[in-house]
């Protein structure tokens, strides 16, 4: 998400805007888990699709957790936390790169 800063800014605003949104509707913190949500399916899907970045994999499926939970109404202590996962999945630094293992964990 914060790959650039054109890039961040687009992403932060729509997240405030679909949570304002909601708030004026009257949905509440809803409106900015269904904004978080959308931002990461979007984004991973992005990811996987113009990028060919496999890892983002996770994060798809974080986002469809997520949007399961707000369709079934479960508890919104569970869904705020998973909202807090897709977000840290969002700006995990270096998410773009391939992952790599350190030289110290190989094993001869």
């Known amino acids: ?3 650039g800063r054109n890039r961040s800014i687009v992403t932060v605003t729509a997240v405030i805007e679909a949570g304002l949104a909601g708030w004026a509707l009257g949905a509440g913190w809803l409106g900015l ?4 949500a959308a931002v990461t ?7 996987m699709t113009r990028k060919g970045v496999i890892a983002d994999l ?8 997520l949007a399961v939970l707000l369709i079934a109404s479960a508890d919104i202590t569970l869904a705020a936390i998973t909202a807090l996962a897709c977000a840290a999945w969002l700006v995990r ?3 773009r790169l391939p992952f790599r293992r350190s030289p110290a964990s190989t094993h001869p």
Request: aromatic content about 8%.
């Open 93 to 95: 630094p270096d998410r």
């Open 1 to 3: 998400m914060f790959a």
């Open 58 to 65: 996770a994060g798809l499926e974080l986002a469809v957790a």
């Open 33 to 36: 888990l269904v904004a978080i």
């Open 41 to 47: 399916a979007a984004d991973t899907a992005w990811g």
